[in-house]
């Protein structure tokens, strides 16, 4: 497929014409017609059906700097969620997981608390699309069928958000609305809504209603429905921009190890999440308070704070700031820590890497990545020693960058490699890593991805 304009809101392409390897079109083929039994099972007809294919995402670098205005470094992979859907007469959505064999019904009128730890994200597009575009949304049946490892910081949760939202959105002709045209007029802000849909806020003049509970960006959305094939995207936040577009070298691949902590973004794991949110949104308070400052975001305090001069490291004034606003709960270390992170993710390793990756120099972007690396592993407090010892043991074996991504407090790593030594690479890393932890191997799961396609609608061949 070739990259949709950022223009279209909406994407359709025909499955032989994604650009997809023979092995990756047939894992999805797969998917399909597992979410197509899945509907045949609860006796839904056949005919008006509508296929969607909706991939997970690789953070390579931003690692917890949407939300605060920063920058990201992202691609799509070659494993995701595939849905299908079929209108119907009643004011609901049904949901059938296919693999899981788990069905959802949500009310229109009022949305139901299903049970299933997954009902929060359908119950939540529901109720922020009934909220913003009320008795035109249209009922249906919807079936999921998905290989992307869940809770493991791939974005299994945002990629169901974001298919949810564009088959709703598409079975009832959202795009041709003024309110949503006024709103939402590319596939930019299209990301920036799924991801206030997600935190609860407003969205222009589309009112938020109660997200999943986190206090995140747009990043896993903007990654799902704006990266290009072959290459990595720079995306700016708060709004959601695109910066620059990366050529991925052909001949490198990612491996992906997922380390069989789960990463989820319900309970203490949310908890956890928000906490690290939170010290960006005291530092932006902080700076305010200080001195009659407007930021809304860390980005915008650190400019603001830079009265008009080069951003070339922490300002004074915002660390001054940062000391006279701690507190019990954010101690002025802490907060000078995020700080720093945030400055040297934001304004030094985002660039570096970009600059590197499309300048060839492979070495180079190795380092930047093991200095983001380590300024989570000191900054973040969202490490643990499973995704501390993959990124140790695949720079090990030779890899030419590692990283953890996502929210953190579990997940996988990506490792860069040579396409012509992954399988190697692959066995070797999870071999090693499965060594002495046997209580989580049965999560455990390592695979191969090339940077793959956006989120599209599958059109007729």
Request: aromatic letters at 8%; one cysteine or more.
């Amino acid at each position: 497929m070739d990259a949709a304009p950022l223009q279209t809101t909406l994407v359709r392409c025909p499955l032989d014409a994604a650009g997809l390897s023979p092995d990756v079109l047939s894992r999805y083929r797969k998917l399909l017609g597992d979410a197509h039994r899945a509907l045949d099972d609860g006796n839904v007809p056949k005919d008006a059906r509508r296929e969607w294919i909706i991939p997970g995402r690789v953070e390579v670098l931003g690692k917890h700097v949407d939300y605060a205005g920063g920058r990201s470094l992202l691609c799509t992979v070659e494993r995701g969620i595939a849905l299908v859907a079929r209108p119907h007469a009643q004011r609901s959505l049904v949901v059938r997981d296919a693999r899981r064999r788990e069905a959802i019904s949500i009310s229109f009128a009022e949305s139901m608390h299903g049970s299933l730890p997954w009902a929060v994200y359908p119950r939540t597009v529901v109720r922020r699309l009934v909220h913003n575009f009320g008795d035109v949304l249209q009922g249906c049946d919807l079936s999921l069928a998905s290989n992307l490892p869940s809770a493991s910081g791939l974005s299994s949760s945002s990629a169901l958000t974001v298919g949810l939202t564009v088959a709703l959105a598409a079975l009832a002709d959202l795009p041709s609305r003024a309110e949503w045209s006024a709103s939402i007029p590319d596939r930019v802000h299209l990301a920036g809504y799924v991801g206030a849909l997600e935190n609860g806020a407003d969205y222009g003049a589309l009112l938020g209603e109660r997200g999943v509970g986190t206090m995140g960006g747009a990043q896993d959305q903007t990654a799902i429905l704006c990266c290009g094939s072959g290459q990595l995207d720079v995306f700016g936040w708060a709004p959601v921009q695109h910066e620059e577009t990366v050529p991925w070298p052909a001949e490198y691949v990612f491996v992906i190890g997922v380390s069989g902590v789960v990463a989820a973004k319900t309970g203490a794991a949310r908890d956890r999440y928000n906490r690290v949110a939170r010290t960006a949104h005291r530092l932006v308070a902080a700076w305010n308070a200080s001195g009659g400052g407007t930021a809304r975001t860390l980005r915008e305090a650190f400019v603001e704070a830079a009265a008009g001069t080069a951003i070339t490291g922490v300002p004074d004034a915002l660390l001054a700031a940062a000391y006279a606003g701690a507190d019990d709960e954010f101690s002025a270390a802490t907060l000078a820590a995020r700080l720093t992170q945030f400055y040297d993710e934001v304004f030094t390793y985002v660039p570096g890497a970009a600059r590197a990756l499309a300048n060839g120099e492979l070495g180079a972007f190795g380092d930047v990545v093991a200095a983001s690396q380590a300024g989570a592993e000191r900054a973040l407090g969202n490490q643990i020693p499973a995704t501390t010892a993959l990124v140790a043991l695949a720079n090990e074996l030779g890899a030419v960058a590692a990283s953890a991504f996502g929210a953190g407090f579990g997940g996988s790593v990506w490792a860069m490699v040579r396409r012509d030594e992954a399988e190697r690479f692959t066995s070797v890393w999870r071999d090693r890593f499965s060594r002495g932890r046997t209580g989580q191997l049965g999560r455990t799961h390592f695979f191969v991805t090339a940077p793959s396609v956006p989120a599209f609608e599958v059109a007729a061949d």
